[in-house]
């Protein structure tokens, strides 16, 4: 079982970034993903999530509007697009697979990535 997260680098504030997440070693249509990140001496914190199923998404407040979420099934992948990123969004993304279902709650995710590193300068 793989999730593999790529697209992380350095950009300037108000910019744009696409994170990928591949997803390997399982049936990824059984599982909702999310994407989760975590800053320097902060908690992990959920950032958008797609459903397995219907695909319903959803989004922290704090991205709401700025951030997409997508799937595309044929290529077990997961996108989030990223724009107008502030330094506050500096932090490692991960990306994570859970049966249980779409969850904001790390505890429920089975599989996680090993996390790409977003950094945004003022």
């Known amino acids: 079982v793989q999730l593999v997260e790529s697209g992380g680098t350095l950009v300037k504030a108000g910019g744009s970034l696409r994170l990928s997440c591949v997803a390997s070693?399982?049936?990824?249509?059984?599982?909702?993903i999310g994407w989760f990140r975590q800053a320097p001496g902060k908690e992990r914190e959920g950032v958008s999530l797609?459903?397995?199923?219907?695909?319903?998404?959803y989004y922290a407040d704090s991205v709401k509007g700025r951030f997409t979420i997508s799937s595309d099934n044929a290529k077990n992948t997961v996108y989030l697009q990223m724009n107008s990123l502030q330094p506050e969004g500096t932090a490692v993304y991960y990306c994570?697979?859970?049966?249980?279902?779409?969850?904001?709650?790390?505890?429920?995710?089975?599989?996680w990535g090993q996390g790409t590193q977003v950094t945004v300068s003022s």
């Open positions: 994570a697979a859970s049966f249980f279902g779409g969850t904001w709650n790390p505890k429920l995710y089975d599989y």
């Open positions: 070693g399982f049936v990824f249509d059984d599982y909702a």
């Open positions: 797609i459903s397995r199923g219907d695909g319903s998404t």
